[in-house]
């Protein structure tokens, strides 16, 4: 497993990963595997013990893991690393970064070079949207992230 890190949180490996079913049965579990028709909310009594909450891909075109980690970080106030693996692009590492995600599990095919992941990262400086990140405003109506 090769991982992309978007330089938040240093990217952890756990030898254990439950699934939300799994997860109260096991005491021991630091980290879980959100598949993208799991409800976030169902980890609330689990997030003080979790470290990392891994968000699954099925394809790119599926939004889901992004409400997904925004539901995480602003409602539920999850402070550990979210990981996105799956069918992800490149193209999708601002959003994903925007979304609170800290690392991508990168994929095995072309789209795998950390360096096409930091160029799209670099590509847009400014963004519309909200973002859980910490922010500055740079014009009217602009923001752009602050820097680390």
């Known amino acids: 497993m090769k991982l992309f890190e978007f330089g938040e949180r240093t990217a952890q490996v756990h030898d254990v990963l439950v699934t939300v079913a799994e997860l109260a049965e096991r005491d021991d579990a630091r980290a879980v595997l959100l598949e993208s028709a799991d409800d976030p909310a169902l980890l609330r009594p689990y997030l003080n013990r979790l470290d990392l909450v891994v968000l699954r891909f099925p394809i790119f075109r599926d ?3 992004f409400t997904q980690a925004r539901e995480l970080r602003e409602y539920l106030r999850f402070s550990g690393e979210i990981r996105a693996e799956g069918h992800i ?3 999708q590492a601002a959003f994903l970064r925007r979304c609170g995600v800290d690392s991508v599990v990168l994929p095995k095919n072309g789209n795998g070079d950390p360096d096409l992941w930091e160029k799209q990262l670099r590509q847009f400086p400014v963004a519309y949207q909200r973002s859980v990140l910490p922010e500055r405003p740079v014009g009217p109506g602009l923001r752009v992230e602050e820097a680390s």
């Open 89 to 91: 692009l490149p193209d």
């Open 63 to 65: 939004g889901r893991g």
